[in-house]
């Protein structure tokens, strides 16, 4: 069954230092995978998402994520933190499976950003 | 602007009280889901529905019923509300695969 895993419930970075969260994930086929953000009392906005291709995608805000079949992870990263991305975060696997095309969300990872 | 558009922001329900929460997107998508997130657990879905006229249930359907009225609302409703069910409610529409998800900014509701 598919599912994503988000190890860090919540991390603690100073503004200007970098970025990692972690995302793992367990899907039969090659997965169409997601991150979304959630600023306070807000919906959750796309970051960016991986169908095929170049491991390595650009999202918006200065986010990028890369995909790792050998280790089932799709870990995002920021180079230099900003007091403005303090939000929480999701990744998410598609199951393409059904017809539909459902997201399964992980618990998501909580980001606070030390001035 | 396009996107979902959720209604009310905020509600305070008595212990079996009845109401609906509302969605409507304008974006001409097939797809609309209805999700609740709670802390510690990520978005969880209750129903969903993938073109006008049909739904089905989720993760975590009871105690909910929903109605896909047209192609562009989608509406949630709790006959009897139960303090479990104080959440935050989202709902979503979505058009292919490649696009992942639109959400509203949700309902928070609570139950007494």
């Known amino acids: 069954a598919q599912s994503v895993t988000q190890p860090d419930i919540h991390i603690t970075v100073s503004e200007g230092a970098s970025l990692e969260l972690r995302c793992n994930y367990s899907y039969g086929a090659t997965p169409y995978l997601f991150w979304y953000v959630q600023s306070p009392g807000q919906g959750l906005q796309l970051l960016l998402k991986?169908?095929?291709?170049?491991?390595l995608v650009q999202g918006i805000k200065g986010f990028e994520a890369e995909f790792k079949r050998s280790q089932s992870s799709f870990n995002l990263r920021k180079p230099s933190v900003h007091w403005s991305d303090a939000a929480e975060y999701f990744c998410a696997v598609l199951d393409r499976g059904s017809t539909l095309g459902r997201l399964y969300f992980g618990r998501g990872t909580q980001l606070t950003v030390w001035p | 602007n396009a996107g979902v558009t959720q209604t009310p922001k905020f509600q305070v329900l008595k212990t079996g009280q009845s109401m609906t929460l509302q969605c409507a997107q304008d974006?001409?998508?097939?797809?609309m889901y209805w999700y609740r997130q709670d802390p510690g657990m990520g978005l969880r879905l209750i129903y969903y529905?993938?073109?006008?006229?049909?739904?089905d249930k989720g993760e975590v359907p009871n105690g909910y019923n929903v109605s896909r009225l047209n192609k562009r609302e989608f509406s949630l409703r709790l006959e009897s509300a139960a303090p479990s069910q104080t959440s935050v409610y989202f709902c979503?529409?979505?058009?292919?695969?490649?696009?992942?998800?639109?959400f509203g900014s949700g309902t928070r509701l609570t139950v007494v």
């Open positions: 979503a529409s979505s058009e292919t695969d490649y696009y992942g998800y639109t």
């Open positions: 529905s993938a073109s006008e006229g049909t739904t």
């Open positions: 974006m001409n998508h097939n797809s």
């Open positions: 991986y169908f095929s291709g170049d491991t």
